[in-house]
């Protein structure tokens, strides 16, 4: 049975996504990816999002430590309204097909935090998140996420020159759109 308006079953999309989340979880659970991510675990948590920086947004280190993304995969930096500290992810779009109603499957890795930390409650698990270079720098400083006040500049705010500003990284496969 069809979704209403769509020209593909429920079956069909949770098929897809499930196959294309296998590919997440073959890439993520690979000996040299999480030697890497012990390695960046190993770190204070103020210094991993510089690591990611320049080690999980960077091809060449990633190759020269032997790890291969694998085609149509994308570790980008992200965040959420939740404001939990969100380190980076590992993302795969789903074919054009489906994207009327999912564009993409992920993996997000987060900083060590406890679950009392980030909210639960409606009106600030899903506040509008940090600008992700914005968010960066507050890690890195040990700055609480959560004692930032809303305000819309901190959202669009860019930080020129910042070694956190560049945010994602493209693949061949899947140039990011800025």
Sequence with gaps: MNYPGLNYSK????KVMKTNYDDLINFITDPVFQKLFSEMMSLQPNERPMFVHKIWLDDSELRRRGLKVPEGILIQT???????????????FLP????????????T????????EVPFDIENSWRLPLAVNVQNALLVND???QSIEDDHDTYSQKLDGSDLLKSQKQTAANPVQS
């Design 78 to 92: 992200s965040a959420f309204g939740d404001r939990r500290p969100t380190l980076f992810c590992v993302k795969k």
């Design 11 to 14: 079956n069909e999309l949770s």
């Design 143 to 145: 700055i609480d996420l």
């Design 96 to 107: 054009e097909k489906y994207h009327d109603s999912w564009e993409n499957v992920n993996w």
């Design 109 to 116: 890795f987060n900083n060590d935090f406890e679950d009392d």
